[in-house]
T-cell receptor, first 112, second 115 residues
Framework: ETGVTQTPRHLVMGMTNKKSLKCEQH?????MYWYKQSAKKPLELMFV???????ENNSVPSRFSPECPNSSHLFLHLHTLQPEDSALYLC???????????FGPGTRLTVL | AQSVAQPEDQVNVAEGNPLTVKCTYS??????LFWYVQYPNRGLQFLLK??????LVKGSYGFEAEFNKSQTSFHLKKPSALVSDSALYFC?????????????FGKGTKLSVKP
């Protein structure tokens, strides 16, 4: 594996549930990212954290709330999601060059 | 605005034949270009990058890509395809001085290599 782990790997939730996705990187990197991957669409960058500070928020709805308590951990808190939010959510990390990112295996989210 | 186009949803190749996965980009200024691969049920893996220098860059698993500024292209190539190369391939671009981590990805091309 790549040194970036994500849990859970699969998640099914109703529209009124609250859940959280977790990402952990074991590479000593200082930046972490959340992406959304939907079928036949480009990968969408959602959030970027650098040195535990959020530096990018690409107009993501407030029902997605990120948290980065330290440089190794990144969370995505989910609340009142919509069926169109069903997708693969990928976490990534990087060090130095922000363009060479190491990805986790993703969480497959299904919103009913 | 930056953008990446991967014109083919799927590419089919016989094992042992050369393969090409196409990518064109649009960016103001000097582009930085990348290829990533995603195997089933896995995250994306970095394959190679073009930052500056030689237009032909070599990456992992025998892949290479050629930067063509006049055609704004960065096609991924391999001289002899393997069945194990079957995966989803993503081209990405950013520009020098771009926002932290602001990689713009294409929608991906599924490569299928048949024995």
């Amino acid at each position: 594996e790549t040194g970036v782990t994500q849990t859970p790997r699969h998640l099914v939730m109703g529209m009124t549930n609250k859940k959280s996705l977790k990402c952990e990187q074991h590479l000593g990197h200082n930046a972490m990212y959340w992406y959304k991957q939907s079928a036949k669409k480009p990968l969408e960058l959602m959030f970027v954290y650098s040195l535990e500070e959020r530096v990018e928020n690409n107009s993501v709805p407030s029902r997605f709330s990120p948290e980065c308590p330290n440089s190794s951990h990144l969370f995505l808190h989910l609340h009142t999601l919509q069926p169109e939010d069903s997708a693969l959510y990928l976490c990534a990390s990087s060090q130095g060059n922000p363009w060479e990112q190491f990805f986790g295996p993703g969480t497959r989210l299904t919103v009913l | 605005a930056q953008s990446v186009a991967q014109p083919e949803d799927q590419v089919n190749v016989a094992e042992g034949n050369p393969l090409t996965v196409k990518c064109t980009y649009s960016v103001s200024g000097n582009p930085y270009l990348f290829w990533y691969v995603q195997y089933p049920n896995r995250g994306l893996q970095f394959l190679l990058k073009y930052i500056t220098g030689d237009n032909l860059v070599k990456g992992s698993y025998g892949f290479e890509a050629e930067f063509n500024k006049s055609q704004t292209s960065f096609h991924l190539k391999k001289p002899s395809a393997l069945v194990s190369d079957s995966a989803l391939y993503f081209c990405a671009v950013t520009k020098y001085g771009g926002s932290q981590g602001n990689l713009i990805f294409g929608k991906g091309t599924k490569l299928s290599v048949k024995p």
